[in-house]
């Protein structure tokens, strides 16, 4: 009776155990039609401490990266053989394709990974492991397809930029880790051969050529893409890597909104590589970045001429601050391309090592647009090649094309400089307006430094001098301008 019982009990787990299987069968491939794709991927997704920081952007939204990963080594992407650039490119970009999502960030593990140019059309944070290098190498064709961007103020189609964020309303770079252009000095030979192309491309914005034909897809054309670009975005942080070569300007903020841009260490060593360049875009601050760059450091664009009119979008509501400069051109640089106008710029506690020029607004005439309410306190530089304070509505203006008009003239009013010190420079102050459209109100409060040259004020109407303090270095090469002429600190014409 016992075995009997037994033996039914093992018949019934058997019956019970077929009913199990049978339903399980018929019924999960409904729960995965049923579970949502990245859902699926959490189960496998991996948790990093990068993922648990917060940031408040200049809205005073607050936002966060997605506390899950997508890492690249999953999607058969291979560190350190710059051979694999290509293989690389695919896999990455897959990750992004078919992982990244609004619980998922793009992790670049540490290691030295080689690839071409990244495309980003959906939110995406970036989070660069401390110990990544994400490598770009030389290989034009790693860069197609083209990409709309701008090019010296004038939109074109052009090569994509290394790293392309295309309309992304959310997401950041982040991490700590390396973004590097190698051999970047392929990148600037283009330089050499640009001439004809620029050409062209003036020849098309005089002309309201539209954008889908302004196609610029040879080597021969010579116009380099910008490394990082951001084109139509908001929301977005960059926080927390660094940047080495560029090929051409660094950080390009094209038509965006929103940005914090912070704890960058930023090195570029070549033509027109600028470091941060805000062009046509609003509401942003720019805080606690290093900067040793090939040309100016941080710049305030917003297109140049017949273009600048078209789109008419200003670069405005932007804080600057707490940045070191190492070395540069101009330190921080409104211009020249402003057509579509800069207000509303807030600059504080610049420290500049060396550079050419502390802070630099440029223009010409034709060009238009306006420079206004900028308010600069506390700039101090060691050694500066030129100037401390440069202002000029002439910026290139012989090389503008003969049979243009001078007007529409360039606006440049309300600027409020105080505090600057300066060790070394050529002269403090070059400030040079038009007769035709003096800068007006313009105000100088508060700076201390020494120069080998006279400073000079022009073509500005009433400007407000208040605590100049202004010395000349000894110098045994005064050569033409003459021991009498040195002796004028400022001079106003």
Not at 168 to 189: A, D, F, Q, R
Request: glycine fraction near 6%; charged fraction near 25%; hydrophobic fraction near 35%.
């Amino acid at each position: 009776m016992k075995n009997k019982k037994l033996k039914i009990n093992f018949e019934t787990i058997l019956i019970i155990s077929a009913l199990l299987i049978i339903g399980l069968i018929l019924f999960l491939p409904r729960v995965v039609i049923l579970v949502n794709h990245s859902d699926i991927l959490s189960i496998f997704a991996q948790k990093i401490p990068e993922t648990e920081v917060t940031y408040t952007l200049p809205n005073n939204q607050t936002v966060k990266p997605p506390d899950r990963i997508c890492n690249i080594k999953k999607f058969g992407a291979t560190a350190g053989d710059s051979t694999k650039a290509k293989e690389n490119r695919l896999a990455i970009q897959s990750a992004i394709d078919s992982c990244v999502d609004e619980k998922h960030s793009l992790f670049i593990p540490a290691g030295n990974w080689f690839t071409g140019s990244l495309y980003f059309n959906k939110n995406t944070w970036l989070i660069l492991n401390k110990e990544a290098t994400l490598n770009f190498v030389y290989d034009p064709e790693l860069y197609r397809p083209l990409r709309p961007s701008r090019f010296e103020g004038y939109e074109l189609i052009n090569f994509s930029a290394p790293l392309y964020f295309d309309h992304l309303s959310g997401g950041g770079i982040i991490g700590g880790g390396k973004i590097k252009i190698v051999n970047p000095e392929k990148w600037y030979t283009w330089d050499k051969k640009e001439k004809p192309a620029k050409n062209r491309l003036l020849q098309f914005s005089q002309e309201n050529v539209p954008l889908e034909q302004r196609v610029f897809d040879k080597v021969t054309d010579g116009l380099r893409p910008p490394f990082l670009q951001l084109y139509n975005v908001k929301n977005f942080v960059l926080d927390n890597f660094i940047v080495e070569n560029s090929t051409s300007w660094t950080i390009h903020a094209l038509y965006s909104q929103n940005l914090l841009i912070q704890n960058l260490n930023i090195f570029t060593n070549g033509p027109n590589t600028d470091g941060i360049v805000l062009d046509s875009s609003t509401n942003a601050i720019v805080r606690n970045n290093i900067l040793n760059t090939g040309d100016d450091a941080i710049v305030l664009k917003s297109g140049s001429d017949e273009d600048g009119r078209r789109i008419a979008k200003p670069t405005e509501k932007i804080l600057i601050e707490d940045n070191f400069i190492k070395d540069a051109h101009g330190a921080v640089v409104i211009g020249s391309e402003m057509t579509g106008g800069v207000q509303d710029i807030t600059i504080k506690n610049i420290k500049i090592e060396k550079a050419d020029i502390g802070l630099r607004l440029k223009t010409r005439p034709g060009r238009g647009g306006f420079i206004r309410n900028i308010n600069l306190d506390h700039l101090e530089a060691q050694k500066l090649r030129a100037e401390l304070l440069k202002i000029n509505a002439h910026y290139k203006e012989a090389i503008k094309n003969k049979n243009s008009s001078p007007k529409p003239y360039p606006i440049v009013e309300n600027i409020t400089v105080n505090n600057l010190t300066a060790e070394t420079t050529e002269r403090v102050i070059f400030i040079d307006g038009l007769k035709e459209n003096p800068f007006k109100n313009i105000h100088l409060k508060n700076i201390t430094a020494q120069q080998r040259r006279s400073s000079h004020i022009k073509n500005t109407t009433d400007p407000d001098l208040q605590n100049i303090n202004i010395t000349f270095i000894p110098r045994k090469d005064i050569k033409k301008e003459g021991k009498n002429k040195l002796k004028k600190v400022l001079i106003f014409n």
